[in-house]
């Protein structure tokens, strides 16, 4: 049985955890500590956990194996080498920490104590990204030079964010450093880590944090990648595009459509655009995966050095924004 302690209720996430750990037999949340304890009261009542207003206090107790961290990301850095010192399995959510430095000492921390670390990033567990990243990997798109990732929502144009979101000192940002961190950790994955970055934020519905928001990344081989996000877009699936010199992938919502000069029909010549029809198998949640590689020693597929590089990529995006100019990772 994995005995696990909800750090803060600040997440919008933190409570879909909540549940997913509850949802499991071998899963047993126990405590609650909030950086607003009326918050952490209510969240511990309404899944029946006790709540403890003291962080150290928490770390202390038999019945903490494990923490979901959902703390303002401010919070991170202190919060996450706390619980490492104290000898306990770490579920983040993203971003791991608002600059380098910040990243390497939670690095550092982590790896010292041994305990098993988990980030959230669910975009790498769904078939279409898996596809993606398997096409890239096969080849079928011949030399990719240009990727494309668009992730947005209407949560400041519609009202639905939570105010703290557009907390500058809690969350050193808006879109980007939130929703914006999907394709941020996706990029790198399937296209590797860029050279240089220049980002374009812009407020549209007014508040301190960026609510629209591009970066535009340049790798040394000479192709592209932009990431794509904001609060302010209503009815906009999700958007991942490869572009190669033999190629194209394009994943739209649910549809994933490639065309490839490598992929021939029984007449040699290729076959135009088609709709895959097998696609890879979703991959375990990243709360599943968090909890079976502490209890029963299985893969966690992103770890510490994803963790780290998503910093890295939004340290960059966000100096680039501050200088307005390319800046190198």
Known sequence: MLKVAMLSRWHVHAEGYAHEFKSRDDVQLTVVWDEEPEKGKEFAKQFNMDFEPDLDKLLCRDDVDAVCINTPTNKHPEVIQKCAKAGKHIFTEKVLALTNDEATQIRKAV???GVKFCISFPHRTF????????????????????????NAHNGASAGWLPPHFYDEAQCDGGAMIDLGAHPMYLIPWIMGK???VASAFTHVTGHAVEDNAVTVMKYENGAVAVSETGFVTG???FMLELYGTDGSLIISG???K????KLNDKTGEYSGWINPGNLPAPLPSPIIQFVEGVLYGKEIIFGMDDAVTLTEMMDA??????????VSL
């Open 111 to 113: 790896e010292e104590s």
């Open 127 to 150: 078939s279409h990204n898996l596809f993606a990243k398997k096409v890239m990997d096969e080849g079928l798109l011949g030399d990719v030079n240009y990727m494309r990732v668009r």
């Open 194 to 196: 860029p050279a240089e």
């Open 235 to 237: 009815f906009c699936p």
């Open 254 to 256: 649910e549809e994933v």
């Open 258 to 261: 490639l065309i490839s000069s």
């Open 317 to 326: 995006a966000y100096r680039s924004h501050k200088q307005g100019a390319f």
